[in-house]
């Protein structure tokens, strides 16, 4: 019993809080807790504008005169906004469902693999940023009228 109190045991690593007034600026977090991040808020961007989600459907396939509608509130305006404001309100919707789609994909991906390196968690995490925001600016050169 003497023999293992007197064993010294390897000094086990010490973590402590970050201070928001003086840690946060110099902080600096990894591409996957930046995914991770954005994964959670794209989710609750999509809840947010779950209303606009429904009315998007319920006026697309209505009839022709509430699709002529739908186009026009893109085209022209609604509700005293301009066109602009509610393509900024469906790009925000696009770029939340793609991000929450590849981040979750992700996830699932290492749930299934069992990867939790370092490196593999880096990559996948800079891969679903770069696929997702790319995605996002084509899509939303489509709605902007682009091409």
Known sequence: MTELASKQ???RP???NINAFKDLTTYRMTAAAWVSILH???GIIM???LPFIIWMFDTSISSEISFEKFKAA???GMLGLPGFIWKLAALALIWSYLHHFIAGLRHLYMDVTHSLS???GKSTALVTLGLSIFLTLVLGAKLFGLY
Request: glycine share 12%; hydrophobic share 40%; no cysteine.
């Open 9 to 11: 045991r390897p000094k």
């Open 14 to 16: 010490e973590f402590r």
């Open 40 to 42: 959670r808020g794209s």
């Open 47 to 49: 809840f947010i504008l």
């Open 74 to 76: 893109f085209g022209v």
């Open 118 to 120: 370092n490196e593999f």
